[in-house]
């Protein structure tokens, strides 16, 4: 019986490895000004992306 | 870390180091919220007076199938972050890729709820010169270092009150940026009131987003943005508005509005945007000195948390019926977003 449903995500501990290439939007350029919203941010380097799924 | 909820029929469990997010039944929800608490033994035993009519073998598995996961690392993920914080901005010290220019000191408009004061931030009534503009995007070029993408909002105040030196200052960024291997990234915040055809026709060529000040039905948005007369806005710039976003053909734009003690019920005015035409929203809560009029308060809490749980149910139903809105905060890519690198450094 299935009990969990596991979603597809990044795996943020992988991300630690290859991430931080810093070329994503600067967060407070968007919509809040007055907030900070990152988990919206889109990541921009491709290949960490794809290698941290 | 494990936070875990009930919305919407679901029971959803995030995995906050990992990023896995499961989707998890009540026994397995149960099961998880005291996984560390007890013996398998115990948890166990618990879980079958707390579910008699589910077998114990049944029970038995769900629990292996957390423990598996946490050994996978998708549940009860250690913190391994926390010593990565200092590291990064060792790693970025001193690199500027963004820069949030205060085009114009001055407004338009005299919204009370202000955070900028009117625009003025408590200083003097004044707009920025090409010059100083200029050495701005060369200071921001120079302190790039490997970053290529570079981002440049024109913001105040009303930038569209110093409008002649926003294009002169776009023309001189696009003339240095091939030579100097960047991608300049242009954002434009405005109340819409000085919005015109030429307005609409250079930020649509040269703002890759533009952040629309609307704060939803008529009486809320002129409640607070009036003009000096002391008149609304809202009749004036909605129109305008809906011509920029639709001769946007598709590119980012933002209806922004603003929530405060008079519109905690703020999916109302969400949907006066929908009405409008508008499907590319977000909306703050106010920021403003403590005792203002209108500050938020303890009592409007529960109305706002309530708020936010019927958007994310408006957000499904528009969805199934073909016509699909966004909201900033709930623009999560699970699959892309940020790393966390991002996560730990927030804004920058």
């Not at chain 1, 992988?14 to 907030?35: F, L, R």
Request: glycine residues 8%; contains cysteine.
């Amino acid at each position: 019986m299935e009990h969990i449903k596991t979603i597809k995500t990044r795996n943020l501990c992988d991300s630690a490895k290859n991430g931080g290439c810093g070329e994503c939007q600067t967060s407070c350029q968007s919509a809040c000004k007055t907030s900070c919203g990152i988990a919206n941010q889109k990541c921009e380097n491709t290949k960490a992306s794809k290698n941290s799924k | 870390m494990i936070h875990q909820y009930k919305l919407g029929g679901y029971n959803i469990v995030l995995d906050i180091c990992s990023g896995a997010v499961h989707v998890v039944d009540e026994v397995a929800y149960d099961i998880i919220a005291r996984f560390l608490d007890g013996s398998r033994e115990d948890i166990l035993a618990a879980m079958a007076k707390q579910h008699p009519h589910i077998p114990a073998a049944d029970i038995a598995e769900c629990y292996d199938q957390i423990a598996a996961l946490k050994e996978d690392g998708q549940l009860f993920a250690p913190d391994t972050f926390e010593p990565m914080a200092g590291h990064l901005k060792a790693k970025t010290s001193g690199v500027i890729k963004a820069l949030c220019l205060h085009i114009a000191h001055t407004c338009n408009l005299n919204c009370s709820y202000c955070f900028a004061s009117q625009g003025k931030y408590h200083g003097d009534r004044a707009v920025m010169s090409f010059e100083v503009g200029k050495q701005a995007l060369d200071f921001l070029v120079a302190n790039s270092g490997s970053r290529r993408n570079l981002e440049v909002d024109f913001f105040g105040g009303e930038p569209l009150m110093n409008f002649d030196v926003v294009k002169q200052l776009v023309a001189y960024a696009r003339s240095i940026e091939k030579d100097a291997g960047k991608n300049f990234r242009f954002t434009l915040t405005t109340n819409g009131v000085l919005i015109d055809d030429d307005v609409i026709d250079f930020a649509n060529r040269e703002m890759s987003n533009v952040v629309l000040s609307l704060d939803g039905r008529r009486e809320i948005h002129d409640r607070f943005r009036v003009d000096y007369a002391g008149n609304g806005s809202w009749d004036k710039i909605v129109p305008k508005f809906q011509q920029l976003v639709k001769a946007r053909g598709g590119k980012n734009y933002y209806m922004r509005g603003t929530f405060t003690h008079a519109n905690p019920d703020f999916l109302e005015d969400i949907k006066t945007m929908l009405d409008l035409g508008f499907n590319e929203l977000s909306m703050e809560p106010v920021v403003c000195a403590p005792g203002d009029p209108s500050e938020l308060t303890e009592e409007d809490l529960p109305v706002i948390l309530d708020q936010y749980e019927k958007l994310a149910e408006l957000m499904l139903e528009r969805d199934k019926a073909g016509k699909p809105f966004t909201f900033y905060h709930y623009m999560i890519d699970l699959s892309g977003g940020p790393c966390i690198y991002k996560r730990i450094s927030g804004c920058g």
